[in-house]
């Protein structure tokens, strides 16, 4: 059986928990088959250390039953390539938040250096028969860089988050060279159909591409395939832990202390993608439209430190701690606080438990690839119970999951008014889209995404061979 290689920025221990949708799907795609990871170690080698350029820096360990190869970065290229291009061009742009991007050229240069390095390192690693699977933004031009060395394995390419639509792509000064090493790949695999619809109308538009009668595109002199591969959660796992002894544990003890209260909850990284300052100024409205509320709905925000060396994310912190201070100091009583903010990653076996304690989730980004979250929230419930999940229509997830309230983030009203109409819903409205949405998660979970990618991937490397 061929191994499977997958590539990624950062790799995760398989032991420790991660807070990172990319990370954790990744691992348990690669527990069930077994194979290599590829990726950053996370480490900065000390300047004047060439030991990776002379072809002796890959640390390679095996974790139950995974091998892990990392490398580590010059400070000089982690500057340009991760918190230049990753994150301060390609992650606003491709979430629509032009006002946010930073272009300067030698973010390209070192994100192009750093795409040579892990393709010079990963080539000599790989077997004739290995399939390669390259994940999101920080890799889109790994393939090429691949090819040009000789590779001729199958490699696909899955983009966690959101495929801008033309004209946003367009702003990047280089989105002609992105699009064009796209198609270094025999598949590219986005989250939603929304998504792969972006990309085709920007190949036709752009680069002229023409659909060949097997389905794949052809553009700047290759062929390759797309679709649409909406990433799931390991549902039996994720039930399995609110069943375990911690996450029965964690509910008994938000049961207990919330016994009279209606809980909200929402778990995210603090990122300025999913919505959280607006979430917070919805909770407030429905404090003041429906004061009902008051004395009784408590909103757990949890919200796991990310990046925290980026400008924007300073800012997002500050916003935060004010507003989630203002409400405390503006509706909180001495028996009773409107919101628990979090900064912190929380343990995963403790997640489940909180989301089987609360009523509503609110998942509410602005703009999301997919959002894991939504789909481990329904997974955590109790079938007889079950709560609500209010859910943003900018979410990928939105796609896949219309029995949840959907919502517009940036309507504060109609926010507030979902959510009061989550905490007030009928158990048998409740159980009804539970049941619907179970389906689909189910029907959709992180196997069939690893499977369906994966099989596409096999039929559009032969199809490749066929038609280069
Ligand atoms: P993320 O932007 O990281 O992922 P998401 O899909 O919500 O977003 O995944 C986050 C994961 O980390 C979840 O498994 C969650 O439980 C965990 N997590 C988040 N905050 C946490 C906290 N405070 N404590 C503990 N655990 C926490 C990117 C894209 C998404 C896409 C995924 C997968 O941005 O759109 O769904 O990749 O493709």
Known sequence: MSRLVIVSNRIADPRKAAAGGLAVAVKDSLQETGGVWFGWSGKLRDAGNDAT?????????????????????????????YLGYSNNVLWPVFHY????????????????????????????????????????????????????????NPIGFFL??????????????????????????????????????????????????ARLPNGRLRAFGRTLSAGAFPIGINVDEFAALAGDRDGIAMFDRMRDEYSRRQLLVGVDRLDYTKGLPQRVHAFRELLERY???????????????????????????????????????????????????????VARKRLPGLYRASRVALVTPLRDGMNLVAKEF?????????GVLVLSRFAGAAEQMKEALLVNPYD???TAQAIQ???????????????????????????????????ALADASEAAVAQP
């Open 291 to 345: 004061p009902e509320n008051r004395s009784r709905a408590t909103l757990i925000q949890i919200a796991a430190p990310s990046r925290e060396n980026l400008g924007a994310y300073d800012d997002l912190r500050r916003e935060m701690d004010s507003l989630c201070g203002a409400i405390n100091g503006d509706y909180g009583e001495l028996e009773w606080m409107p919101m628990r903010y979090i900064h912190r990653t």
């Open 378 to 386: 329904l997974a955590a419930q109790d079938e007889t119970d079950p």
């Open 160 to 209: 966690h988050i959101p495929m801008p639509p033309l004209p946003i792509m367009a702003a990047i000064p280089e989105h002609e060279w992105l699009m064009r090493s796209l198609f270094a790949y025999d598949l590219v695999g986005f989250q939603t159909e929304a998504d792969l619809l972006h990309f085709e109308q920007y190949v036709e538009a752009e680069a002229g591409a």
């Open 53 to 81: 350029h002379r072809g002796d820096g890959v640390q390679v360990q095996t974790v139950g039953g995974i091998q892990l190869a990392t490398i580590d970065l010059d400070p000089r290229d982690y500057d340009a390539y």
């Open 97 to 152: 938040r032009l006002d946010l991007a930073q272009f300067d050229r030698r973010f390209a240069d070192g994100y192009r250096r750093v795409n040579q390095l892990f393709a010079r390192k990963l080539y000599p690693l790989l077997r004739p028969d290995d399939i390669v699977w390259v994940h999101d933004y920080q890799l889109i031009p790994l393939a090429a860089e691949l090819r040009a060395m000789g590779c001729t």
């Open 412 to 414: 504060t009203q109609g």
């Open 421 to 455: 109409r989550a905490l007030a819903m009928p158990l048998d409205e409740r159980r009804q889209r539970y049941t619907a949405l179970m389906a689909t998660i189910r029907k959709y979970d992180v196997h069939w995404w690893r499977t369906r990618f994966l099989d």
